[in-house]
Nanobody, 129 residues
């Protein structure tokens, strides 16, 4: 099955920006999956950040990140990116890429429910101070 690897995390001051990327293992094309980013802070439940449907390019965001974060697929690089601007200390968390395969065709859904995703990366840490 596909393996996902996140990159791009780090430490940044409040108001700064970071771009996270998610890359699948060789032989897999992200366009064939429903895609999303989630995050989990210490002592808290995993929460949705944003979702992307490669079938039609529709996006869906958690209220907490609307207007600040942008989820997008880079088809040429076969990556899923999360551009994070105007970062706040409360954005500090481990960020996870998630994917769910849709047999028979592209994905047209943008679920923010963790249980709807079968494949997960190991996460990349984002710290905002």
């Amino acid at each position: 099955h596909v393996q996902l690897v996140e990159s791009g995390g780090g430490s940044v001051q409040a108001g700064g920006s970071l771009t996270l990327s998610c890359t699948p293992s060789a032989g897999y094309t992200l366009s064939r999956f429903c895609l999303a980013w989630f995050r989990q802070a210490p002592g808290k439940q995993r929460e949705a950040v944003a979702a992307f449907a490669p079938g039609d390019g529709v996006t869906n965001y958690a209220d907490s990140v609307k207007g600040r974060f942008t989820i997008a697929q880079d088809a040429s690089k076969n990556t899923l990116n999360l551009q994070m601007n105007s970062l706040k200390p409360e954005d500090t968390a481990m960020y996870f890429c998630a994917a769910d395969r849709r047999p028979g065709g592209p994905c047209y859904t943008t679920s923010l429910i963790p249980n709807h995703y079968e494949y997960w990366g190991q996460g990349t840490q984002v710290t905002v101070s």
